[in-house]
């Protein structure tokens, strides 16, 4: 059976489609907060054939994001679709999620009836007032914390919720979050500000690092650190009684390039095969061509063989990516 692996020899497994980088949240740390954007969304058959594809060379894991994927109408049919996909080894497609939760609580037992397994919820504080001020979105905070809960009792599990740190926004918020995961039965991962926003105002100084977000929950309760998967992003904690998963993504003060399995498929159609590509291969343009499933197959393979060896932030000769996060797909 034939199976993606780079050219250092990692072998590529997790899949992320953005569907949409429409947005109903302006968040300080993604976009502008301007209005009159253009937006790229292809038609779900698109994005299903690439899939297709790509299971067949060994994708295991589909991550559908955005933008803010609810915002779709047909995202549920396009994961019923997904969830009739088999893995090489026979398996089902470990099928996830990633949403802002404002829509959430209507949707969610429909995705699950749908196939989907996971769900991740980005919620960058537990005080409403500050998730407000993040989000640009007055009011917004209730309607996710029901989102969250929503796919509790959906079964969407388990539910991850996101907290991206910024300091001056929201770096008050650790143990609040660690309150909130223990008593919610969420698993909480923070993540390390990275240089993808469209304001372009990233600096190290603004990045809250694992080593300070650790020894700020410790402060709170003991710690220890628990086994994770070598291609997982996060490094995973949980506290001394077993109550409460932490996870901190740490792509900036640690980076985890070395065993990434992951290539992204953009809203338009283009491959990236890091966050922090410079580059993009654009696979729909063979699909408009007439391209065969052959066809797909041999360009798949000839770009994964061009993924990058690791991203170089904080270098000097780091170039920021090509494009933004929401343009990218989370």
């Given at each position: 059976?034939?199976?993606?692996?780079?050219?250092?020899?990692?072998?590529?497994?997790?899949?992320?489609?953005?569907?949409?980088?429409?947005?109903?949240?302006?968040?300080?740390?993604?976009?502008?907060?301007?209005?009159?954007?253009?937006?790229?969304?292809?038609?779900?058959?698109?994005?299903?054939?690439?899939?297709?594809?790509?299971?067949?060379?060994?994708?295991?894991?589909?991550?559908?994001?955005?933008?803010?994927?609810?915002?779709?109408?047909?995202?549920?049919?396009?994961?019923?679709?997904?969830?009739?996909?088999?893995?090489?080894?026979?398996?089902?497609?470990?099928?996830?999620?990633?949403?802002?939760?404002?829509?959430?609580?209507?949707?969610?037992?429909?995705?699950?009836?749908?196939?989907?397994?996971?769900?991740?919820?980005?919620?960058?504080?537990?005080?409403?007032?500050?998730?407000?001020?993040?989000?640009?979105?007055?009011?917004?905070?209730?309607?996710?914390?029901?989102?969250?809960?929503?796919?509790?009792?959906?079964?969407?599990?388990?539910?991850?919720?996101?907290?991206?740190?910024?300091?001056?926004?929201?770096?008050?918020?650790?143990?609040?979050?660690?309150?909130?995961?223990r008593d919610e039965g969420v698993i909480l991962r923070f993540i390390e500000f990275m240089p993808l926003e469209e304001d372009r105002v990233w600096s190290p100084e603004v990045v809250v690092g694992l080593d300070e977000i650790v020894a700020t929950l410790a402060s709170f309760r003991p710690i220890r650190e628990i086994p994770h998967g070598r291609s997982e992003t996060a490094r995973r904690y949980v506290f001394d009684d077993g109550a409460g998963e932490i996870g901190i993504i740490a792509p900036v003060t640690h980076p985890f390039c070395g065993h990434c399995s992951r290539i992204r498929l953009t809203s338009d159609g283009k491959i990236r095969t890091c966050l922090f590509s410079v580059f993009e291969h654009d696979v729909v343009q063979l699909i408009r061509r007439g391209a065969s499933d052959g066809d797909l197959r041999a360009f798949l393979q000839r770009v994964v063989m061009k993924k990058e060896e690791r991203h170089h932030i904080g270098e000097p000769d780091f170039v920021p990516a090509s494009r933004t996060m929401v343009h990218i797909g989370g």
């Open positions: 059976m034939e199976r993606l692996y780079d050219k250092f020899g990692r072998q590529i497994t997790d899949l992320r489609i953005a569907i949409t980088d429409r947005c109903n949240y302006k968040c300080v740390y993604c976009r502008t907060g301007n209005n009159g954007a253009q937006f790229s969304e292809l038609p779900f058959s698109d994005y299903f054939r690439i899939a297709h594809v790509l299971v067949s060379l060994g994708i295991e894991k589909v991550r559908i994001t955005g933008g803010e994927p609810l915002l779709r109408k047909g995202v549920v049919d396009f994961i019923r679709d997904l969830s009739q996909l088999r893995s090489l080894d026979g398996n089902r497609l470990d099928l996830a999620i990633t949403t802002n939760g404002h829509l959430l609580a209507e949707m969610a037992a429909p995705l699950k009836d749908a196939g989907l397994g996971r769900v991740t919820v980005s919620m960058d504080a537990v005080d409403p007032e500050k998730f407000a001020r993040i989000t640009r979105v007055p009011h917004s905070y209730h309607a996710v914390l029901a989102g969250v809960r929503a796919a509790q009792r959906a079964g969407l599990d388990p539910v991850k919720v996101n907290c991206v740190l910024l300091r001056g926004f929201n770096e008050d918020q650790i143990v609040p979050f660690a309150k909130f995961a």
